[in-house]
Each structure stands twice: as C-alpha cells, then as structure tokens.
C-alpha cells in the first residue's frame, strides 16, 4: 500500500529569484537554505513521487478558465519564471489515476496537458526539488480569483487523494507551496498579518490544523492568507501531525514560513497553547481579491498580456495610448494607462491603491505587470545610454 513519507510548506515568492535591493539577502538566503532542509527530508524519505500543490498568480490560469481545483497531466512538467526553465517528468499514470479517482469521489477537476506552471512551482523545483530525479504531479488550486474553495472543501480534497495514495504502492512526499501573509498589489502590501502566521504556526507545530480548516477564505482574505489554501490541502491528506518549522521571516511585505510535517516522527513542542481562535474584524466578504468585474475584461487582459508578450510591453513604453486605443479601453483607463511605466508610484510601500486597480484591474495582476514593464523600461534605457571608452 502507498503511503505519504514526507509533507511540506514553503514560501514560493518571486523576490527570491528576482533579488530585488528592496529585499534583505540575509532573510532571502534563509528561506532557500530552509528550502534546501527540504530536500534533504526528500533524500532521507526516497519518495517515488512528489505531489506539488500550488496557487496561480494570474500566470496559468485567468481570463478564459479558471478552475477550482487541476491536475497537470501532461508527460512533462514545464515551469517559467524570472528567465528560469523548469522541464520535469510528470508521473503520468500517477496523475491519471488521481483525475479518474478523485472525480469518482464527487470533485469535478479540471486538467491541462500543456499548462506553464509559474513561480508557485519554480521555487519548490529549484529549491526544493533542486535536480533530484524525482516525478511529480502537480495541482493547482484558485487562491485569487473568487470564488474560492472553502478550506473545508480544501482538505476533503486532500483526503481524497491520501485514499489514492493508499490504493498504489509508490511512497509520496505532499509539498504545499503557498503562504504566509501577504497582500500583493494592495494597499496593505507593506502591512503583513505576522502576529496571525505566528499564532498560526504554533497551532500547526502542535498538529492542530482545525483552527485553521475553521477560518472562512474571507476570513484568510481579511489576513492575507488566502494561498495557504494549499496548505488546507495538505493537512486534510496527513491529519493532525505536529510540525517543524525550519524558518519564518517576517520581511517588510510578506510573512515567509517553511515548515515539514513527517507522519509519525515528530512531537508537538511543549509550552502555553496558542488562543484557540483569532479575531478576525469578519469585514464581510472579500476585502483585497476580488472577482474581476466583466466591465474591466479589456483592462485586465491587457495587463495579463504585457506579462508574457515582450513585444507588446515595448509599444506600450513607446506609445501607451495607442496600445491602449487597440485594446478598447475606456477613456479613463487609457488616461491611465502610462501609470505602468510611471516607477514613481510606488505600490509596494504606500497604502494605496493603483490607479489602474481603482478602476478594476486585479491587484495581483497590476503588480506582477509592473514588476515586467518597469524592468522592460529599465533595460530600454539601459541600452540607448551611450558607451563611454576611458
């Protein structure tokens, strides 16, 4: 019978590939040598396959489908992000049985054969993974785009494939690639929930992950923890296990936890048990991410475009009314518009809003569109300066 050796959850942010100087490199350094402990449990535990669960950030999956829950089924596994390609082996009967399964057992999943997977996976493939010939079976699951899945229904769906898991012979590591808090592209983006990772990492290292499967996802909203949905994933295919956390760095933007849970091996820490509950403000509904608004389709493809097309972001630099006159925009959103290459609205330490994210636009995707148009900008600049010879 197969079983789970090893479950995992790690920070995935692209500062760790991008290194920004906005960064500390000593709590980046952290993070992947944490990342690296990983892959030693994997060295130890020899699992034959890797589930990875993981969250799109408006990269995969967006405007035309976005499903609850996926499998990637294809022979590969392919990942881009920041100029780095990921090409794995998929274990393909693997996944293939999860699909047939899992739909047995009531979920309705979507699959892809030719998704590219984004920086949720990179990270866990370089630095976790990190070369380790070891298949994988990656699942997506919504953490943007409401309506989300409940954390209830997350871990009825880990669950499910622990009895897939149970009914082959491979041993299998689980590896939730999400979380802590964070509100990319929002006004509170430089004002992370810490003190709530922190009570909701002392629950976890005693195995108690029902105070978590108990928060509403408005109420992970609300703390900036909605991609730790993966992580619901993950307890609801392991249980109650306590867990070692292997580091949580608190950077001005984001709270950046590691953590491995290893069935059977590890003791909850002794010590005064955390509150049972958090105080959530309970604000009612969804208060950072949204769902997009028809109105502003035109508006938010444009921006999910300038993500993955170079070409475009250059006419954009050169002519921003002009691409925006292409794409339909309104004439308050072409107004707007120049804003993307405008690096003197700063949305990474103020508390406010885009402009273009008051008008609609997912905040998400306004910030990883400006993370690629400014640096198009930048390297633009970079090559018309003139070459001085001392």
């Known amino acids: 019978m197969g079983q789970i050796v090893a479950a995992m959850a790690t920070v995935h942010a692209p500062q760790l590939f991008t290194r920004p100087p906005s960064e500390d490199p000593k709590q980046l350094d952290a993070d992947i040598a944490a990342m690296g402990e990983l892959g030693k449990t994997l ?59 899992l739909m047995a057992q009531g979920f309705d999943m979507a699959y892809s054969q030719d998704a590219e997977l984004g920086h949720s996976f990179a990270a866990v493939f370089e630095w976790v993974l990190s070369g380790r010939n070891i298949p994988v079976v990656p699942i997506f699951v919504n953490t943007y785009l409401p309506p989300l899945p409940t954390t209830r229904r997350c871990e009825a769906l ?14 299998v590591a689980i590896i939730a690639s999400g979380g802590m808090s964070h509100y990319p592209g929002t006004w509170k983006y430089s004002q992370p929930a810490f003190e709530f990772d922190r009570w ?22 609300e703390v900036g923890n909605t991609e730790m949905l993966p992580w619901m994933i993950l307890f609801g295919a392991i249980g109650k296990q306590p867990g070692e956390l292997i580091t949580y760095q608190p950077t001005w933007h984001h709270g950046h936890a590691v953590m491995r849970f290893i069935p059977g091996r590890m003791q909850a820490p002794e010590g005064p048990a955390p509150a049972p509950r958090w105080d959530f403000q309970n604000l009612g509904g969804y208060q ?24 475009l972001r250059i006419e954009l630099l050169k002519d921003p009314r002009a691409v925006a006159k292409d794409y339909g925009l309104s004439a308050e959103e072409m107004a707007r518009i120049d804003t993307l290459a405008d690096e003197s609205i700063d949305v990474f330490r103020s508390l406010k809003s885009h402009p273009l994210v008051e008008l609609g636009a997912h ?14 900008g930048r390297r633009l600049k970079k090559e018309q300066q003139p070459v001085v010879n001392n």
């Not at 905040?363 to 198009?376: D, F, H, K, N, R």
């Open 200 to 221: 909701a990492i002392q629950h976890m290292e005693r195995g108690n992950p029902d105070v978590l499967l108990d928060c509403t996802v408005e109420q992970l909203d």
């Open 43 to 101: 060295d130890q535990t020899k699992p034959d396959v890797a589930i990875i669960i993981g969250s799109d950030h408006l990269e995969t999956f967006f405007l035309s489908s976005v499903p609850t829950f996926a499998v990637i089924a294809g022979e590969r596994t392919i990942a881009k992000f920041a100029n780095r390609d990921y090409d794995l082996p998929t274990h393909l009967p693997f996944a293939e049985q999860l699909l047939d399964d």
């Open 363 to 376: 905040p998400l995707g306004v910030l990883m569109c400006l993370v690629v148009v400014q640096a198009e």
């Open 288 to 311: 950072f991410y949204k769902h997009p608004a028809p109105s502003s389709y035109k508006l938010n493809k444009l921006i999910y475009d300038l993500r993955h097309k170079q070409r």
């Open 158 to 171: 880990g669950k499910a494939i622990l009895k897939v898991v149970q009914s082959r012979s491979e041993k």
